[in-house]
């Protein structure tokens, strides 16, 4: 690491002693959408415009019954945007982690097509799964919560190292599956690359029920220029013989409402009869009056959610161009941080150097910016590192979030330093 200009510590010194007298409270710890955002979704209430309005197959959505499925309209939306037949879509409530935890519980419990379970007392050794890092911290507290061993895999520009992901896979049947957040990843922002997309769906794996639990949760999330195209994993994996390696998983829950969004997974065939084998002791079917207002409100079109999108697009692009800015302007070759550039999705990485993130954090928010704590985007909370830091830009005010990342900043400046 480089020295510090005293002049530019100096400077980061009296703007940190001026922000922690201003009394700041600025909270930048989740990507949550904004209240502009959200705002424009206030169509979804009044979407449902009769009580007895059906659904295109002539589902009475107050009631029970109808496709366990969810309703046809959100199958084909979905299906356009996970790439695959519609027929393969199951719509659910409004969380895609609560589909991510149920196939992890499912798995330990019973077991997925093709395997024995994953869990029990006949198990002597624990059950691991591989996790690109940095990564999404809810993954791994599912992971976490069931005992399931994480194996960290670096992410490179293209996706993660598949050398060390065939290495693992390959090698111990104890491997069962891994978590991809494949496009506009969170925290990095990258895209895979098809040659990614193609190892993860050809590699050998020693378990038979090797799962790929693939979150595009951003696939509909391009705030700059043209968004990102992701190879089918599905179809790959189905060119291979590996149809039911993939699970994909996508959501609403930052296209409409945070809270109240739809999530959807597709699967193989095998797959699905899994999944409803599981579903109908659970519930007796989705909130189908919530999946027929978004039907309305898209006019049952995935053209309609797309430019609903761009709208979102351009309340966050200068969000995201703020705080690229102002890491510029403070710490530009400075030798002391780097960070990513991305075209989409929810957050910036920024990486200090080695063994500076937690106190950088810690330091921030004594001058009142709330930030991810360090080490969220590794499993066990542990950066071997201690250096990656998330930013989550889109909730809080352009202004707000200027004055935040130029605390950040400043607070880099000062532990490099020695502050």
Known sequence: MEAVDPAVVEAARDRYAAARAAGLSLDMTRGKPSPEQ?????????????????????????????????LPELRAIFGEIL????DLVFV????SLQWMHDFVVQAMLVGVPGGDPWGGPKRPVPVKFLCPCPGYDRHFAVLERYGIEMLLVAMGDDGPDMDEVARLAGSDPNVKGMFCVPRYSNPTGITYSDDVVEAIASMPT??????????????????????????SLYDRCAAHGNEDRALLVSSFSKVTFGG????AVAASPANGDWIRA?????????????????????DGSVSAVRDHMKGHADLIRPKFEAVLR??????????????????????????????????????AGEAGV????????FPYGLDPQDRNIRIAPTLPALGEIETATGLLADCIVLVSAGD
């Open 260 to 263: 109240s969004g739809l999530a």
């Open 370 to 377: 709330k930030l991810t704590p360090a080490g969220a985007t």
């Open 38 to 70: 959200l705002a424009r979704s206030h169509g979804l209430l009044a979407a449902v415009a009769r009580e007895d309005d059906p659904a295109a197959d002539g589902t009475d959505c107050r009631n029970y019954g109808g496709d366990p499925r969810g």
């Open 278 to 298: 599981f579903r109908q002791i659970q519930t007796i079917g989705p909130n189908k009056l919530n999946q027929l207002a978004h039907a309305h409100f898209f």
């Open 206 to 231: 020693a378990a038979p029920d090797f799962r790929v639990i693939w979150d595009d949760a951003y696939a509909l999330h391009a705030f700059d220029g043209e968004p990102d195209r992701l190879a």
């Open 83 to 86: 790439g695959v037949d519609p």
């Open 92 to 95: 659910g409530g409004n969380a």
């Open 326 to 363: 102002v890491l510029d302007e403070r710490l530009g070759g400075l030798g002391i941080a780097s960070w990513s550039r991305p075209r989409g999705g929810y957050f910036v990485s920024l990486d200090t150097a080695p063994g500076c993130a937690r106190a950088v954090v810690q330091m």
